[in-house]
């Protein structure tokens, strides 16, 4: 067996014929000596000619075949032992899918609604600037990630093995090209259909689902023999177990008043927290393909970082042809996210453009102690709201933000509650502004013409990742000294991602049984 690389121009996709070919040369034998052929990635190269770049593994005659991998069956758990899943984002969905795997119960409660019903509450956000504070971007069945754009990009089987979470995303309706882009992306337009048909395969094989049900309480109760979990949720109804998946996503920040109120081991983290940078799609083609770009291509992309002042200033959730959508889930807060369909096909590249921000920054928040930077997250938020008093967002263009001067007229965005010019350069915390002003002068030496006064920055990205971990043991992956629980996912502090939180939902899941 043997791996090599092959370029394709862009347009053309290589036939099986191409590919043995290559796999000839490649292995040494002649066209009949081979036996099999794989393609392993696929990535876009702008340097020069514009190409698609193949990894392929192949093998001859008289070799091992390739391995291919193939999903494990679900059971049927109608009469399995329950295993309590709280939160339906991606760390619970792929916990509930593992449960299946190893024949045990997944009974999973999601404070928000089922993804269709949220699709109004969704609406109401955009069209009204009206906040469902259990419905929203974040809270709802597929959690955050239904709503912002499906992108994979974790590659990195350092936690887990992601070949079961891209597969079961493929049978459950994405497309096979996730299995081997380097950029893989599945688009909102499609999430919710996926979303859906997970659900109906975890109900199908004897799993349950309950909506509206938002955990309030965790009770240890003992029976003289063993300890079980009852999960108390807000109307009334119970849920027992003696195993208990915590998922509830990085902005379920009443979680971590739970435990502190009990005295469970939390501790701090970094985060990273800026604004949203919204280019015309064409600028970033122009860019990115060298003046290249034909409309067949797909629309350019970026990834970028600095280092200022001894943090990192980078480019984070990066949209192509996307879409700004308001992510607050409470009222008298402004907090953005970015989105995009499968096509990639707005007039608008968007990404976030944040700053690393530790403990140690904040010495006026020291009183809070691990909650130091939830409440600085949180103050940054309610600032901007103050600032717009609605969900527009304050926003200047990108070199008045670096010279310090209002923007007098702002460009058009889509973000559809609307903009309102600001001073971000005051509104911002000085120590974010600084590392950020001296940034972004920085990429347009990386991508001439990225620093432009065509580019608005809209404030706040903060929900880059939760600001909080709770504390598990490393070995049996509970939570530390609270057996039978096992927080998980962004909200634990564990994953930032769709791939990475599904992972990580899948190793609690695989501990638990």
Same mark, same amino acid.
Not at 175 to 197: F, Q
């Given at each position: 067996?043997?791996e ?7 347009r ?52 091992? #075949?390739?391995?291919?991998?193939? *999903?494990?069956?679900?059971? @049927?758990?109608? /009469?399995? $032992?329950?295993? +309590? &899943?709280?939160? =339906? ?36 956000i ?65 999430l ?19 909506? #509206?049900?938002?955990?309030?309480? *965790?009770?240890?109760?003992? @029976?003289?023999? /063993?300890? $079980?979990?009852? +999960? &108390?949720?807000? =109307? ?66 970026y ?39 499968s ?25 809070y102690?691990i909650f ?6 949180s103050?940054v ?70 620093y ?35 927080p ?26």
């Amino acid at each position: 067996m043997k791996e090599f690389d092959i370029s394709f121009p862009i347009r053309q996709t290589p036939s099986r014929e191409d590919l043995v070919a290559a796999a000839a040369r490649a292995l040494g034998v002649s066209r009949n000596k081979v036996a099999d052929i794989q393609i392993i990635r696929r990535s876009l190269d702008a340097r020069g000619e514009i190409v698609n770049r193949y990894r392929v593994a192949a093998s001859a005659v008289g070799e091992d #075949s390739l391995e291919r991998y193939t *999903l494990p069956e679900y059971k @049927d758990v109608s /009469s399995a $032992r329950e295993v +309590v &899943v709280i939160g =339906g984002g991606p760390a619970g969905m792929f916990a509930a899918l593992h449960l299946l795997m190893e024949g045990r119960k997944p009974v999973i409660i999601e404070r928000g609604k089922d993804v269709h019903s949220r699709k109004v509450d969704v609406a109401a956000i955009n069209q009204k600037g009206i906040v469902n504070e259990e419905s929203n971007y974040c809270f709802g069945e597929g959690g955050a990630g239904t709503f912002s754009d499906g992108k994979l990009f974790t590659r990195s089987n350092k936690r887990g093995d992601i070949r079961e979470v891209l597969h079961q995303l493929v049978a459950f309706g994405a497309d096979e090209s996730i299995l081997v882009d380097a950029h893989p992306h599945i688009g909102s337009d499609c999430l919710p259909r996926i979303v859906e048909n997970i659900r109906k395969c975890i109900i199908e094989h004897g799993g349950e689902y309950h909506f #509206s049900e938002k955990m309030t309480d *965790l009770v240890q109760v003992c @029976d003289g023999k /063993s300890t $079980r979990w009852k +999960v &108390v949720c807000e =109307g009334g109804n119970t849920y027992t177990s003696d195993s208990v998946i915590l998922a509830t996503g990085h902005s379920s920040r009443e979680v971590y008043g739970l435990f502190a109120r009990k005295g469970w081991a939390l501790e701090a983290k970094g985060f990273a927290l800026g604004v949203r940078a919204e280019h015309p799609q064409w600028l970033i083609n122009r860019i990115q393909y060298h003046g290249k770009y034909q409309p067949w291509m797909p629309a350019a992309e970026y990834s970028l970082v600095e280092q200022v002042e001894g943090r990192g200033v980078f480019s984070f959730c990066m949209c192509p042809g996307g879409i700004l959508v308001p992510s607050s889930t409470g009222t008298g807060e402004v907090v953005l996210n970015g989105m995009s369909n499968s096509q990639r096909n707005s007039q608008w590249a968007n990404a976030g453009i944040v700053c690393s921000v530790e403990p140690g920054d904040v010495p006026e928040f020291e009183k809070y102690g691990i909650f130091a930077l939830l409440e600085f997250q949180s103050s940054v938020e309610r600032r901007m709201f103050s600032f717009s008093d609605s969900l527009k967002a304050p926003a200047q263009r990108m070199q008045d933000f670096c010279r310090k001067v209002c923007s007098s007229s702002l460009p058009k965005s889509s973000y559809q509650p609307g903009t309102v010019s600001a001073p971000l350069n005051e509104l911002l915390p000085d120590f974010v502004y600084r590392r950020m002003r001296a940034a972004f002068p920085a990429f347009d030496r990386k991508m001439k013409g990225f620093y432009t006064n065509d580019a608005l920055l809209l404030a706040t990205e903060s929900r880059t990742s939760s600001p909080v971990r709770i504390v598990r043991d490393s070995e049996t992956m509970c939570a530390l000294g609270l057996p039978g629980l096992y927080p998980c996912g962004e909200g634990a502090g564990y994953s930032g991602g769709i791939v990475s939180s599904a992972v990580d939902g899948i190793s609690v899941a695989a501990a638990a049984v």
